[in-house]
């Protein structure tokens, strides 16, 4: 039996198993609240506040294998937070002359937004190579398909035909939409430093005349060491990198789930349009095989919006550090990261995998006998007879082709009124002759990096 207390993921299969999981799990936080904690005292080194040796001694104590995450996390409850057992640990690794560097200066938001932004940034570079191969895929599928007329559908009805190439092609302009937020997000999220209450007070000498350009210098020095951004201002309580990469990942979660839904209206049994390369089996039907990639990142896409929402509320942060706001935000912040995770490695392999079946797309197009295409009609039939005529026509002629279960094109033949015109209704209502801009329209999305 597993250890008690481990999230192995058991009710979250959208998650399991991926790399977002790892980049997100106790073991990367306390990971990266680690690097945080040594980057600092790097940095200080760097402008001469702490020696040499003592970045050395804390960067290599960090990166031993020393540290219990269960402990710490139990351990965290005296004070709120898992930084204030930490530095306790992390001190008494460090050989005691160097102890006093450990944390210095520093409070214990500074050390965990600080390693909230490296796991944001950890798990972000995860999705964003999983987006780089769902986008690969939706381009060639869009591309394969270019000219493969289907049915469009509107309020859930046939509309008028269009092309699986222009729809692939649109999931791939979402996916890089998303791209874009998230690489935007991900290039500024920064690093924390503010001290006690914003002013870094304790990160300068005493008689410093140049306190402010040291401040600037170390916070500059700690994004150097991280990896991450240097902010014009420590944001305790301004959280604007946490509420933008809410809503990038919610923005990414939304385009992926849009994949997902069409997939879903696309694969069921009665219209088959589309289908997974490997479907999930059924507990007690076997000859089913179940869209379940796209099931998963359609759950993903119906929660993100909620945890995004925790997050904007979290903005709402009182003084210069707040009693629960920026505590609000630990959880909903992983959660979400993970969601978007897993739903950029499901929409991978979903993408790449997905079967299309153009037989029967044409079959569907031929389900209403010709009535896809009464646009085109009644654009033809109104220089004739007149907008109003041309409408009252078709609308009469429709509603006979599926009473009578008559073809559109051979009602149209039969009508006095349209005699002497010229018109080849079989042409006017073969449904592959009307798909518009799709193609052109298609080749000009494919054409976006």
Known sequence: MASPGIDYGLLAPGRAGSPAESATADTAFLRALLDAEAALTRAQAALGHASAEAARAITAAAGSARFDAGGIAHRARGGGNPVIPLVADLTAAVPDEFGPYVHRG????????????????????????????TERALSGLAAAHRDTVMPGRTLTQHAVPT???????????????????LRTVRASLPVQLGGAAGTLAAFGRDGDEEAPDTARRLTAAYARETGLAAPDLPWHTLRTPVADLAGALAFTAGALGKVAADVLTLSRTEIAELSEGTGGDSSAMPH?????R?????????????????????????????AGAWHAEWEPLRDLLRLVGGAARDSAELAEGLRVHPDAMREHLRLTAGLIVSERLAAVLAPALGRARAKALLTDLAARARTEGRALAELLAEQPELDGLGLDFDDLTDPTRYTGSAGILTDRALERP
């Open 106 to 133: 520093a409070t214990s938001q500074d050390i965990t937004d600080t390693a909230t932004m490296l796991v944001a940034a950890r798990t972000a570079d995860l999705v964003l190579e999983d987006l780089r191969r």
């Open 163 to 181: 092309t699986f190439g222009l729809k692939a092609a649109g999931w791939r302009s979402l996916v890089l939409d998303a791209r874009d937020r």
């Open 288 to 292: 089913k095989r179940n869209p379940v």
């Open 294 to 322: 796209a099931t998963l990142v359609a759950a993903a896409a119906r929660r993100a919006p909620g945890l995004a929402a925790t997050l904007y509320a979290s903005m709402a942060a009182e003084d210069e550090r707040p």
